[in-house]
């Protein structure tokens, strides 16, 4: 939702909606921007610094659990490399494959190589990018220090019964194709390899509009994965025993 380019894909709340009360950090980025978490967590924090003036409480709401993390407890102060770097792992990444950057981030981070996601080339990336420029293992600046906040935290985290959940899904994924989907997704066919569109409900149409897929497999694969992003935030959540569990049924 921080990208102004999309919109249905991402459900940005409708100009109703924003109308009703005040948001933040919807749609003023382009996706061409350069962003990080590290970026999100300094604007944030100075956004909050102002909104409490203003009112003794704030509501943050969101589902990527790194972006949670980055204001609730913060995150490594990591370099961000030259954007030469960036480019050349990128490049890398799309002509000799995922596998070429494993062997580099083996020699040079044998820690964090056992530990990653070796299927993640995301990670993969800004584990290397911090090698390159500092000269440093990612995994020894990896403090993962928590962080201490000017402000209390209530977690409080919405749920349904399983099934219940699968199946609303399964019906927002038809309200985004009857909304127009497919036209939003075919709008931004040129970008497909910026890591603003590496998201579900956009990564599983750019194989229909490339003949590789039917329409009917890039839906069921939107739904799929929707499911296990929903899954995954669910396990996120549970981790934490402070959260209070509301549920919406």
């Known amino acids: ?52 003036t203003l009112h003794d409480q704030v509501v943050m709401v969101g589902g990527s659990g790194l972006y949670v993390d980055a204001i609730c407890q913060g995150i490594d102060d990591l370099p961000d490399p030259e954007n030469a770097l960036r480019e050349d792992l990128k490049a890398r990444l799309a002509t000799d494959g995922i ?41 020894s600046l990896r403090t993962q220090t928590p962080k201490t906040r000017p402000f209390q935290i209530e977690r409080l985290a ?31 066919q040129a970008y497909k390899e910026l890591n603003a569109l590496n998201t579900v409900g956009y990564k599983e149409l750019f194989p229909y509009f490339e003949n590789q897929i039917s329409l009917d497999q890039a839906i069921l694969d939107i739904k799929t994965h929707s499911r296990r992003y929903a899954k ?16 919406l049924s």
Not at 1 to 21: C, D, M
Not at 158 to 186: F, H, K, N, W
Request: aromatic share 10%; proline share 4%.
């Open 158 to 188: 919405l749920t349904r019964p399983r099934a219940e959940l699968y199946q609303r899904i399964d019906q927002r994924v038809e309200q985004m194709l009857s909304a127009g989907l497919l036209q939003e997704v075919a709008s931004l």
């Open 232 to 247: 995954r935030q669910l396990t996120w959540l549970k981790r934490n025993p402070s959260i209070q569990w509301i549920s």
């Open 1 to 52: 939702q921080f990208y102004k380019e999309l919109n249905i894909g991402v459900t940005r709340p409708s100009l109703e909606e924003l109308s009703k009360v005040p948001h933040h950090f919807i749609a003023h980025l382009s996706i061409e921007s350069y962003y990080s978490v590290s970026k999100y967590e300094q604007e944030a924090l100075l956004l909050l610094e102002h909104l409490f």
């Open 99 to 139: 596998e070429s950057l494993r062997k580099q981030l083996q020699i040079l981070d044998p820690n964090y190589y056992a530990q990653v996601d070796l299927a993640n080339p995301k990670r993969l990336l800004r584990a290397l990018e911090v090698c390159l420029t500092t000269g440093k293992t990612y995994s």
